[in-house]
């Protein structure tokens, strides 16, 4: 079989046991995105050369000394918005387009004590702010399924790079559903850790008391395997919280759901839900039933306000995260410029596209003094609201079950005119992020028309294994996971 084809967990084995090397790893890795990437587009950054050097000196000094960890040799694509040191991290904007950053994220420098490859950098919406990755200044990514569609976002590329095989497994970051929901319009597992699992230290920032890294993977193992990896706390990044890190890929073993408790939300199944996307997600939980977990109905009443309060707070965060970038500082400076003042406006005016434009403006807005408490004050009193109703959700059941998305993949330009409708596609994952609990997309099914459907599942914070549990449980039952695009 083509070293492509294999999951995460597959090509380490081999490669553990010496039966596969590092350069031919990297080697077909890249044959493969030289036949797909003009179509798929993933990619922003591609870092060849440096990633056959390492393969070749890694091979050379496992000869003398076979002794791997999990990730080593483990061809991975990163989001641009994760730093990677001497690597062009641009955030998919020009403001960062030729910012090389001197350090790696935690995250990364957790994949590099492991002697990962990195393949290369995948694009994005503009500073993670979109669901399409059509927001990236350096053009749109394709959807490997049906390359008219969009992959999702923010984190499309990576998920599109997953499901076209361009690499094993991918990071995204996930603010408001960046991982969830690209992984769901391609069709892959994409996994939301609870905040404070995984440190954000070099992630760059767009919401902070939202944002998450976390994996895009082939299934729900490589998903298990891949955040074990980058899990735990950091002293720099002072949200990441001091706990022990479970043993995901033990977690999975158990596979019926007896004594699982699994909720569904009625307020996520209603108007606006596409009927395939409802059949599918119906059909999954009657698969989960029949692995034994017990169903519930339950309520999660705030959800309604979820989108409302999501772009208040998001674009207040982003609003000052984003001041940073003035031209003195970082990146893109406009030229010929008379005095400081028309040096910080030309320089935003030119470096940031048209959503970050709108989202600065927007979270501006809701923090300035007349509209504090009618905006922000109030968005936080509503957030609150949503995190209660999930602990009490959380109190009948072990895990929520809901739809990804409410539609799968939508054309490209077909929402890029009217944010709004875009803003909708993340409506059953941005509650998610303001509760800052754990959950994971995967495959549920497939609309006629060969676009996949992703499931959710929703864990209590810092409950991962159980979300990995169901989810793996519910994978190995089914074959959705084994379908691919028929790109080549
Ligand atoms: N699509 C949402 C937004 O535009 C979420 C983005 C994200 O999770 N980074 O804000």
């Not at 044959?31 to 950054?45: C, D, G």
């Not at 960890?69 to 955030?91: F, Q, R, S, Y």
């Not at 199944?269 to 119906?282: C, I, S, W």
């Not at 060969?450 to 989810?471: D, W």
């Amino acid at each position: 079989m083509s070293l492509h084809k294999l999951t995460l967990v597959e090509l380490q084995k081999q490669f553990k046991a010496g039966e596969v090397a590092a350069t031919e790893i990297a080697r077909a890795y890249f044959l493969r995105i030289s036949h797909v990437e003009p179509k798929v587009k993933a990619f922003v950054t591609q870092t060849k050369e440096s990633a056959l050097l390492q393969a070749e000196a890694l091979d050379k000094k496992l000869k003398e000394w076979r002794k791997t960890k999990p990730l080593t040799g483990m061809p991975l694509a990163i989001t641009d918005n994760i730093c990677t040191e001497g690597v062009h991290t641009t955030c998919s904007s020009r403001m960062l387009q030729n910012f090389i950053p001197p350090y790696d994220a935690t995250t990364v420098a957790k994949l590099r004590a492991q002697e990962y490859i990195l393949l290369g950098k995948t694009n994005l919406d503009e500073f993670a702010m979109g669901s399409s990755t059509e927001n990236s200044a350096f053009g749109p990514s394709r959807n490997p399924w049906n390359v008219h569609c969009v992959p999702g976002g923010s984190s499309g590329g990576s998920a599109a790079a997953v499901a076209a095989e361009e690499c094993v497994a991918a990071l995204g970051s996930d603010t408001g559903g960046s991982i969830r929901q690209p992984a769901a319009f391609c069709g892959v597992v994409g996994l939301k850790p609870t905040y404070g699992r995984v440190s954000r230290y070099g992630l760059v920032a767009f919401a902070s008391s939202l944002d998450q890294i976390g994996p895009i993977t082939r299934d729900v193992s490589d998903a298990a395997f891949l955040l074990q990896s980058i899990a735990g706390h950091d002293p720099m990044d002072s949200t990441s919280v001091d706990r022990s890190v479970p043993d995901y890929m033990k977690a999975l073993q158990k596979r019926d759901l007896k004594a699982l408790k699994i909720g569904v939300p009625v307020e996520f199944f209603t108007e606006g839900l596409d009927p395939d996307v409802e059949q599918a997600v119906r059909a999954a939980i009657g698969e989960l039933k029949n692995l034994g977990a017990e169903i519930r109905e339950i309520r999660l009443p705030s959800t309604d306000a979820a989108v409302a309060v999501y772009y208040v707070i998001a674009t207040a965060e982003a609003s000052s995260n984003l001041a940073r970038f003035d031209g003195v500082k970082f990146g893109f400076r406009a030229k010929e410029t008379k005095d400081l003042l028309e040096l910080y406006m030309k320089t935003r005016q030119e470096g940031f596209g048209p959503e970050v434009k709108r989202r600065i403006m927007l979270g501006t807005y809701v923090l300035s003094a007349g509209y504090y408490d009618a905006y922000y004050g109030k968005a936080q009193a509503v957030r609150t609201m949503v995190c209660q109703d999930f602990s009490a959700a959380f109190q009948e059941v072990d895990v929520i079950v809901t739809p990804a998305t409410p539609t799968p993949a939508f054309k490209l330009g077909e929402k890029s005119e009217d944010p709004l409708q875009m803003y909708l596609s993340d409506l059953f994952t941005l509650s998610v992020n303001l509760a800052g609990l754990p959950a994971i997309a995967l495959p549920c099914g497939f609309r006629k028309t060969g676009l996949p459907i992703c499931v959710q599942l929703i864990g209590r914070a810092f409950e991962e294994e159980t979300v990995l549990r169901a989810a793996h449980a519910y994978e190995q039952s089914t074959q959705w996971h084994l379908k691919k695009p028929m790109i080549r």
